[in-house]
């Protein structure tokens, strides 16, 4: 029977010095124009709003215009599209 090596891959002190290193989290403005930097692409609640309108639009309670007036912004063109 042969010897089995183990080795596994070894955990290097810098491997785990790089994977404690926290990095900080780039802050962007939130896409819906508002202003607000946020961690990701929105400002918390600032995405359900969005849908939101998006919906009112589709159901015909606002205008693509009135949208596109309270969110000016051209990033969230992309996210109205996506939306559902
Ligand atoms: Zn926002």
New binding site residues.
């Given amino acids: 029977m042969p010897a089995t090596t183990k080795d596994k891959p070894k955990m290097t002190e810098e491997t785990k010095a790089k994977l404690r290193e926290k990095k900080p989290k780039e802050k962007k403005p939130?896409?819906?124009?508002?202003?607000?930097l946020?961690g990701g692409s929105?400002?918390p609640g600032?995405d359900a709003r969005f849908y939101a309108a998006v919906k009112k639009v589709r159901s015909g309670d606002m205008t693509a215009a009135d949208l596109s007036k309270q969110y000016p912004s051209d990033t969230i063109k992309n996210f109205s599209e996506r939306a559902h």
């Fill in positions: 939130c896409v819906c124009g508002c202003g607000t946020t929105w400002a600032h």
